[in-house]
C-alpha cells in the first residue's frame, strides 16, 4: 500500500541546519507530487512547498524561500526538506504528503531546535 | 499572500450536522481540500475538490462551495469525528495555503 516514510526526530541548534527524509513506497514515485507541511506544537498546519519528483518544478512559501531547499533521488524514491540558519521558531514536526490533494501523509519527524 | 479563515470551534450534539465554513479569496478559483487530524497523529484527507472523498471516507463526510467559501458537513456526527480540520487550497502562483483550523467537539 502507499507509504510514506520519513526520517526519525531531530535536535538541532540555533543556526544549523537539517535534512529531513521522505522516503515514497507502494506507488510511482514520479507520478505524484510531494507537499512539505510543518505544525508547531498546539498550532495549525503550515504549508512550506512542493516537489515534482517527475520533474524539475518545485514552489516554497514565500517566508521560507530562502531558507529551504527541496530535492530528490528517484533512484531511492526519496525526496528531502533542507531548512537552514534554524531558529527556536522552527521547532515543529515536519510532515510530507502526497499528490496535489494529500491523499497519503508521512508519520512526522519532530524538528527540535534549542541551544 | 492569499489567507483562509476558518471558526476556531465548533459543537454538535451526537448524531446530528456540523458544518464547518473556510473563506478566502483564492477559492474563487481553486477547490478546496479538508484534512482531518485527530490528537498525535497526521492529517487525514477527508474531501477534495468539486465532490470527491477518498476510500475508505465515511460518506457522512461531503463537502461544497460557492463564490469565497468551501464547506465541510459531516451529517450524523460520530464520537470519532472529534477533532481538528483543515481547509487547504492554492492560489495563482502555485502556493498552498492551510486554514487557520477548526476544532469539532461532539457533544
Known amino acids: 500500500q502507499v507509504q510514506l516514510l520519513q526520517s526519525g526526530s531531530e535536535m538541532k541548534k540555533p543556526g544549523a541546519s537539517v535534512k529531513v527524509s521522505c522516503k515514497a513506497l507502494?506507488?510511482?514515485?514520479?507520478?505524484?507530487?510531494i507537499h512539505w507541511v510543518r505544525q508547531v506544537p498546539g498550532q495549525g498546519l503550515e504549508w512550506m512547498g512542493i516537489i515534482n519528483p517527475g520533474g524539475q518544478a518545485t514552489v516554497v512559501a514565500p517566508k521560507l524561500q530562502d531558507r529551504v531547499s527541496l530535492t530528490k533521488d528517484v533512484s531511492t524514491s526519496t525526496v528531502y526538506m533542507e531548512l537552514t540558519n534554524l531558529a527556536s521558531e522552527d521547532t515543529a514536526v515536519y510532515y510530507c504528503?502526497?499528490?496535489?490533494?494529500?491523499?497519503?501523509w508521512g508519520q512526522g519527524t519532530l524538528v527540535t531546535v534549542s541551544s | 499572500s492569499s489567507e483562509l479563515t476558518q471558526d476556531p470551534a465548533v459543537s454538535v450534539a451526537l448524531g446530528q450536522t456540523a458544518r464547518i465554513t473556510c473563506q478566502g479569496d483564492s477559492l474563487r478559483s481553486y477547490y478546496a481540500a479538508w484534512y482531518q487530524q485527530r490528537p498525535g497523529q497526521a492529517p487525514v484527507l477527508v474531501f477534495y475538490?468539486?465532490?470527491n472523498r477518498p476510500s475508505g471516507i465515511p460518506d457522512r463526510f461531503s463537502g461544497s462551495g460557492s463564490d469565497n467559501t468551501a464547506s465541510l458537513t459531516i451529517t450524523g456526527a460520530q464520537a470519532e469525528d472529534e477533532a481538528d480540520y483543515y481547509c487547504?487550497?492554492?492560489?495563482?502562483?502555485?502556493?498552498?495555503?492551510f486554514g487557520t483550523g477548526t476544532k469539532v467537539t461532539v457533544l
Open positions: 475538490g468539486k465532490d
Open positions: 507502494g506507488y510511482s514515485f514520479t507520478g505524484y507530487y
Open positions: 504528503a502526497r499528490g496535489q490533494w494529500g491523499d497519503s
Open positions: 487547504n487550497s492554492r492560489d495563482g502562483n502555485g502556493h498552498y495555503v
